[in-house]
């Protein structure tokens, strides 16, 4: 099932400079791992050592935060979009 991954302007290095890529996946935690193999490195940006999602990465399914809905484990199907999102900080 072909999903598009928007790629934030920070990790576009780690995907050639691609602002989206195509994945196919049941969940995100999948696409995450899949997308590690088309481009290592960029696992480590979005996951801890502990395997949970960095406190500073938001990730949307279709504009929906995956917090809210079942985190890594949140499911994505044929044409759904998955933004990744760094946080943003300031003051």
Same mark, same amino acid.
């Given at each position: 099932?072909?999903?598009?991954?928007?790629i934030?302007?920070? +990790?576009r290095r +780690?995907?050639? =400079?691609a602002?989206?890529?195509?994945?196919?996946?049941a969940?995100v935690?999948?696409?995450?791992?899949? +997308?590690?193999g088309?481009?290592? =490195?960029?696992?480590?940006? +979005?996951?801890?050592?502990?395997?949970e999602?960095?406190?500073?990465?938001?990730?949307?399914?279709?504009?929906?935060?995956i917090?809210?809905?079942?985190g890594?484990?949140?499911?994505i199907k044929?044409g759904?979009?998955v933004?990744?999102?760094?946080?943003?900080?300031?003051?």
């Amino acid at each position: 099932m072909a999903i598009t991954v928007r790629i934030p302007t920070p +990790l576009r290095r +780690l995907t050639d =400079g691609a602002d989206s890529v195509e994945t196919d996946s049941a969940d995100v935690q999948n696409a995450i791992e899949n +997308l590690e193999g088309q481009f290592p =490195g960029i696992r480590e940006r +979005l996951i801890d050592d502990s395997g949970e999602l960095h406190r500073f990465v938001n990730i949307y399914v279709n504009g929906e935060d995956i917090r809210f809905v079942d985190g890594l484990k949140t499911n994505i199907k044929d044409g759904d979009e998955v933004s990744i999102v760094p946080a943003v900080a300031g003051g």
